[in-house]
Each structure stands twice: as structure tokens, then as C-alpha cells.
């Protein structure tokens, strides 16, 4: 089954455009289509495990709200 941008969309209600999008789509080829697609300035933002020690002690939402790009799993697009 192919998965469109669509799939992605966030609800009305939240501030992100699209998300939970997989690692393996961020090619600068796509993020170049979505920036064309929503005709502003884009944030993108990597979610996914951090794996440091010192991140451990945090609780498992504030761990994957924000990692290193190595480490996503997934990524959210919001306007600037």
C-alpha cells in the first residue's frame, strides 16, 4: 500500500502541519515538494528515542519530543 502526504496530515486542532512522518522519506527532494506544497517557511522537527545516559532519567514523552536526526524515527513539519 503507497502512503501519500495526506496520510500524514495532523488534525485541524494542532499546530503541526504534518507528522509522524518516516525517516525514510525525508530526502531533500521531498522535504523540497511539502515546502512547495504549503508555500511557507517550514520547521522540521525529529522525533524518535535519544539515546544518551544522561536522557534516560527522562520520562519516555519528553525523550522522543525532540532527538538528533541520526537518532528519528519518524518527523513533524510546522509553519514558521
Known amino acids: ?5 495526506r496520510d500524514y ?8 502541519v504534518y507528522k ?5 522519506k525525508c530526502t531533500p527532494e521531498k522535504i523540497k ?3 512547495e506544497i504549503v508555500g511557507r517557511p517550514l520547521k522540521i522537527r525529529y522525533r524518535g528515542p535519544r539515546n ?3 536522557d534516560m532519567v527522562r520520562s519516555s514523552h519528553t525523550r522522543q ?3 538528533l ?3 528519528a524515527v519518524t518527523f513533524t513539519v510546522y509553519c514558521r
Open 1 to 5: 500500500m503507497d502512503t501519500t502526504l
Open 20 to 24: 509522524g512522518i518516516p525517516m525514510s
Open 52 to 54: 544518551t545516559t544522561r
Open 69 to 71: 536526526k541520526e537518532n
Open 65 to 67: 519530543s525532540s532527538c
Open 33 to 35: 515538494v511539502i515546502r
Open 9 to 16: 496530515s495532523s488534525p485541524p486542532w494542532e499546530t503541526s
